[in-house]
């Protein structure tokens, strides 16, 4: 069989999901044609221009305007505004024929059958058969959409189910039509992983699929328990957050953002379409449901549903919450539980569940009630909507934000006290689950040579889950390939002369025993292995250095031993771009102050398409000290071309760093600097992220990698680009853009960028930079508003401006 190749797509339907596919295809480089029907009447605005419906502009206007609205929405559905020029816009009537040119059309209209057939009509007289065509469905039975098409579209044809936003949420459920080709669900499935960045999940053509059918039951499940319990809107979120390891916005705050009335759409299927499902009546919407959507308080979109933002008097505004006793808004209330004050102290979430069902409170019973209920639901899902249980918790970690899924809570609670939690609510274990256990098998997973392995039902046996090769778990490896440990962080053997360094501290702060980590992973590879990847699989690489650290020391006037520590910090970075081998950096996610430096420092970077990175000191009232200012001055130099105005460049980098500039991806870092063309990459799927890493330092090993000599020729250019940087400061403040502190850091920083106040341009060494670098950072430490502005960054958690 030919390989296939994705080279074009066709998306039909530029609705918030049509346009968010579209934008991530065109992420991940493939060109997109992107149509919708043709308007019906024109707009007020159109008949004032004089236009026809016969006009392009018009027969085009409902797929031009939906995808500019959502280019323009926040959180952004694309890598890099410049990626939309991958996507040209049509409509279905004019430019219907263009189908047969693309490799895979993908079917999102509105979710009706009726008129899914109608598209499918239209498409299937323009296809070229072999092409893939898919439908975005989120409930609609595949069976039902291919009943009458031709052999070739039927083959062909599958559901991919995106979630949305299709850019952010990893799950990519592919579902089997009843006579799709083997080879397509093969295809679809490495597609989504390795192109799309996705956890790729086949599911049965059963309704909602597995993300939807898990996820609605929880939500369904909590809505019937919160009053049953006599629990609030504040505290039924406060209890399915972060704590158990989902997103911030919990519960009811995702309800608001997702909709309400999406929601109860997919939970009317469910009640519908599963008469014999045994939680049938647990889809039924309770009243409260039902008086929200009858008041159309559906949630972000109609500007109120279980929380509302409200106007004060004084121009302020609060968020008030709905009582769901009263149906009326209320002031919100903090909630706190005794039992969440005991996990505390536990960094790990998945060590947390045996904690929480243990609690004696409120919070206590309802985990117990929660979890049980879970439980009983999931097991009974197998082999309904899966055959496999990673199957269902892949779904729910990828399409919903769970740190773990239902069955890996199952195992850290326990498997057998979880029957006991949900025999005390009334329902028994599954067959399958009392046979796993009297046949001696004591957890659903277990890790053996660093892969994992899952219970398989029909085998009776662990089975190692496919698809784990091109990846490398940490979790599954740090205690076999431990080969040095502080309480920073954790060197591990990756094999094949690599090693990684992993942060274990607090949000991955750098501080003296990250930095001691390094070092000594770097001495032990020099000595006995070939490279070093800095990469961990934590929700962040590195929030920066340990500003607590630098509070303390600035505040007793420790500055010999904060200068020691900031001296460490620099040569560390130096010692890892200096070293005699490869050493590369794998961020992702937020990669701020010091852990953008040390990914600036690396001889590659290998960053997750989704790293937010950025050099952000000025927010706690310093210049980067850790070699980031010399580095961005070194950069500028390096970008100097022949016939450039050189102080345009260096202001460019200047401003990175003045106006705190953080990337919203991989590929917008690029335009920053802060990554480089041709020398770093970007890795769509996370999970391939520390293996793509480490197959980087191989290669570079392998292609004979000579340790770098240090440079001494970085052109500074003195006096010139210093009088510039302060006459911009100075009118900066003076039109009260920035404050006086501000002003004197960037004047700090124009100082270390510019080389001191040098007569001529002039060619210096990175130490020199890195000195006049130290002396300015410790200087500003110096200064009272600077410890305000540090003091406020430990106990808020965001800047402040004084």
Not at 243 to 256: E, L, Q, Y
Not at 263 to 280: F, Q, S, T
Request: hydrophobic share 40%; net charge negative.
């Amino acid at each position: 069989m030919s390989k296939r190749r994705i080279n074009k797509v066709a998306v039909i339907g530029s609705g918030i999901m049509g346009s968010g596919i579209a934008c991530h295809f065109a992420n991940i480089g493939v060109e997109v044609l992107l149509l919708d029907i043709v308007p019906r009447e024109l707009t007020d605005k159109e008949k004032a221009q004089g236009l026809t419906l016969d006009d392009k502009v018009v027969r085009n206007r409902i797929v031009n305007d939906a995808l500019a609205a959502s280019l323009k929405s926040k959180p952004s559905p694309i890598y890099n505004q410049k990626f939309a020029s991958r996507i040209t816009t049509g409509n279905l009537e004019d430019d219907i024929s263009k189908v047969s040119k693309v490799d895979w059309i993908i079917e999102v209209v509105v979710e009706r059958l009726d008129i899914k057939r109608q598209v499918f009509d239209n498409l299937e007289k323009h296809r070229t058969p072999g092409t893939l065509i898919t439908s975005n469905t989120s409930g609609i039975p595949i069976k039902f959409m291919s009943e009458g098409r031709s052999e070739d579209f039927q083959q062909h044809f599958c559901g991919t189910h995106f979630f949305n936003p299709p850019r952010y949420l990893k799950l990519f459920e592919i579902i089997p039509g009843p006579k799709t080709n083997p080879h397509v669900i093969d295809f679809l499935n490495e597609y989504g992983d390795k192109f799309l960045g996705k956890t790729s999940v086949i599911a049965k053509d059963t309704p909602a699929f597995i993300g939807n059918r898990i996820g609605i039951f929880s939500i369904m499940s909590l809505f019937h328990m919160v009053q049953e319990m006599d629990l609030t809107v504040e505290e039924v979120d406060k209890l399915t957050g972060p704590v158990i390891g989902r997103p911030k916005s919990a519960t009811f705050r995702t309800v608001d953002v997702v909709g309400l009335d999406t929601l109860v759409h997919v939970a009317n299927g469910i009640y519908e379409n599963c008469p014999k499902d045994e939680r049938h009546d647990l889809f039924k919407l309770p009243g409260f449901i039902q008086t929200m959507m009858d008041n159309k308080w559906l949630g972000s979109k109609t500007g109120q549903g279980f929380y509302k933002k409200v106007r004060k008097e004084d121009g302020s505004s609060e968020i008030k919450t709905l009582d769901l006793d009263s149906m009326e808004y209320r002031s919100s209330k903090r909630a706190s539980f005794a039992t969440l004050e005991l996990t505390k102290s536990i960094d790990k979430v998945i060590d947390r569940f045996s904690v929480l069902v243990d609690g004696k409170d409120k919070a206590g019973a309802f985990y117990r009630k929660s979890f049980a209920a879970l439980f009983a639901y999931g097991q009974h899902r197998i082999p309904e909507i899966a055959d496999d249980i990673y199957k269902i918790d892949d779904a729910m970690k990828a399409g919903f934000g769970w740190e773990h899924g239902p069955f890996q809570i199952w195992d850290a609670i326990g498997v057998e006290k979880g029957i006991e939690l949900m025999k005390a609510e009334g329902f028994e274990p599954a067959d399958w689950v009392n046979e796993m256990v009297s046949g001696g098998k004591k957890s659903f997973y277990e890790v053996k040579n660093g892969a994992t392995y899952y219970y398989d039902i029909s085998k009776k046996d662990h089975l190692k889950v496919p698809g784990q090769d091109a990846f490398i778990i940490l979790d599954n490896i740090r205690k076999s390939a431990e080969v040095f440990k502080n309480s920073g962080v954790v060197v591990e053997d990756l094999g094949d002369g690599i090693l990684n360094v992993e942060f274990q501290s607090k949000m991955n702060t750098i501080g003296g025993d990250v930095l001691a980590g390094l070092n000594k992973a770097i001495d032990m590879a020099e000595k006995d292995f070939d490279g070093v990847v800095v990469g961990n699989q934590g929700p962040n690489f590195s929030v920066g250095a340990n500003i607590g650290m630098i509070f303390m020391m600035a505040a007793e006037q420790e500055y010999d031993e904060l200068n020691a520590a900031v001296k460490y910090f620099q040569d560390t970075m130096m010692r890892m771009r200096y070293s005699s081998i490869p050493v590369i950096s794998a961020p992702h996610g937020m990669t701020l102050g010091g852990g953008c430096e040390l990914s600036l420092h690396a001889d590659k970077v290998v960053a997750a398409a989704e790293t937010y990175m950025g050099l952000v000191e000025f927010g706690v009232g310093v210049i980067p000290g850790g070699g980031g200012s010399k580095e961005m001055a070194l950069r500028a130099q390096d970008e100097f071309r022949k016939g450039d105005v050189e102080l345009n460049v260096l202001q460019e980098h200047f401003l990175t760093i003045g106006m705190a500039k953080v990337s919203t991806s991989a590929h917008e870092a690029f335009d920053l600097n802060l990554l480089q063309q041709g020398k770093d990459v970007v890795v769509v799927n996370k999970d391939r992220q520390i293996a793509s890493a480490k197959a980087h330092a191989r290669l570079m090993a392998d292609m004979g990698y000579t340790q770098p000599v240090k440079r001494k020729d970085v052109l500074v250019l003195g006096k010139q680009a210093l009088g510039m940087f302060m006459v911009g400061t100075n009118s900066m403040e003076a039109s009260q853009y920035i404050s006086e502190h501000d002003e004197k850091i960037a004047n700090k920083l124009a100082y270390v960028m510019a080389g001191g106040d040098l007569s001529e341009p002039t060619r210096v060494s990175e130490q020199y930079l890195l000195d006049l670098e130290r002396e300015a950072f410790l200087s500003l430490t110096g200064e009272r508003k600077t410890l305000e502005r540090l003091q406020h960054m430990l106990k808020k958690g965001k800047p402040l401006r004084n």
